[in-house]
Structure formats: structure tokens, C-alpha cells
Nanobody
Framework: QVQLVESGGGLVQAGGSLRLSCAASGRTFSTYAMGWFRQAPGKERDFVAGIRWSGGTYYADSVKGRFTISRDNAKNTVYLQMNSLKPEDTAVYYC????????????????WGQGTQVTVSS
């Protein structure tokens, strides 16, 4: 089993930055990739960014050039640096883990955190 806990959400003005953290515990060696998703009220849960344990990254078109996913193996933590935030980035952000190589669909992920709220005001 893998347990994931997100943190770092909050309220920020448009154009500002936030850094989300996802602390992983349990059998993290059994996972292959980590991802960030987000879900706004009344919307589907959408892929934001992913990182393979090899270090390769991939992003949704809507956040390319603004968001950066990274990892710290020593702390067993994955990060999402969010810059140039827009009101449309407002959502609950979820960290997820999977044994698949580089999925971008929610149903392809096996483990999920509880989410952290990000609100961007205009």
C-alpha cells in the first residue's frame, strides 16, 4: 500500500506562485510514476503533471511553461511548483501514484491523497 498526503495549498492572487508537496509513505517502491490532478466544482478530475521515477516529466497543455513537477528521493516527496497562477487554476489538487509508466487518466492511478485546495483570486 501507498499513502499520500498533499500540502501547500492556499489563497493566492493571479500571477502569484504556490508550491504543493506530496509526501509518500508505505510501499513506494511498488509505484512507477506520480502525478498531480485537479478538480474544480462541477468539473472532472483532470491531469496536471506527472513524473516517472526515472525523472522524466510530462504536463497538461494548460500548465506547460507555468508548472513544474519535481521529486526529492531523500524525503520521499513530490512537488508541484505553480507559477503565473490564473483564476482558472482554482481547484482541489490531488497527488496520485501508479504502477503504470506514464498515465494521464485518473482511472489509471492506483493511489490517491485527500487533496489540497488552491484558490486563485483575480
Amino acid at each position: 500500500q501507498v499513502q499520500l498526503v498533499e500540502s501547500g495549498g492556499g489563497l493566492v492572487q493571479a500571477g502569484g506562485s504556490l508550491r504543493l508537496s506530496c509526501a509518500a509513505s508505505g510501499r513506494t517502491f511498488s509505484t512507477y510514476a506520480m502525478g498531480w490532478f485537479r478538480q474544480a466544482p462541477g468539473k472532472e478530475r483532470d491531469f496536471v503533471a506527472g513524473i516517472r521515477w526515472s525523472g522524466g516529466t510530462y504536463y497538461a497543455d494548460s500548465v506547460k511553461g507555468r508548472f513544474t513537477i519535481s521529486r526529492d528521493n531523500a524525503k520521499n516527496t513530490v512537488y508541484l511548483q505553480m507559477n503565473s497562477l490564473k483564476p482558472e487554476d482554482t481547484a482541489v489538487y490531488y497527488c496520485a501514484a501508479t504502477v503504470k509508466r506514464a498515465p494521464t487518466l485518473a482511472y489509471e492511478y492506483n493511489y490517491w491523497g485527500q487533496g489540497t485546495q488552491v484558490t486563485v483570486s483575480s
